[in-house]
């Protein structure tokens, strides 16, 4: 049974930190994403790790605040946001794709597994 469990979401204030953490369970997956969206707006990629290669792509909205990391051992990933914005309140998902290409991280399409969603509210 696959299972994506995140956790880590909250109420900050604009300039705060949080930590997002998503543990997977019973897939491997070659890309793991976190996506977010907030009300009547699309869901919106935020940030890409490979599993191999440990490479990252961070969306342009959170370029230089937001870190994505892999803990391999504890099957986990993490979102680090620092200089949170209220821009940045939404609901996140961390997405799971077993067998993927890379350059596709963006599309919603790509990823065959998902999280139930972490809430993340930022206040002025």
């Known amino acids: 049974q696959v299972q994506l469990v995140e956790s880590g979401g909250t109420s900050v204030q604009a300039g705060g930190s949080l930590r997002l953490s998503c543990e997977v369970s019973?897939?491997?997956?070659?890309?793991m994403a976190w996506f977010r969206q907030a009300p009547g707006k699309e869901r919106e990629g935020v940030a890409v790790?490979?599993?191999?290669?440990?490479?990252?792509t961070a969306a342009d909205s959170v370029k230089g605040r937001f870190t994505i990391s892999q803990d391999k051992s504890k099957n986990t990933t993490y979102l680090q946001m620092n200089s949170l914005k209220p821009e940045d309140t939404a609901m996140y998902y961390c997405a799971c794709a077993s067998s993927a290409v890379y350059s596709s991280w963006l599309r919603p399409q790509t990823y065959a597994y998902w999280g139930q969603g972490t809430q993340v509210t930022v206040s002025s």
């Open positions: 019973g897939v491997i997956c070659n890309l």
């Open positions: 790790i490979g599993r191999l290669s440990g490479g990252t």
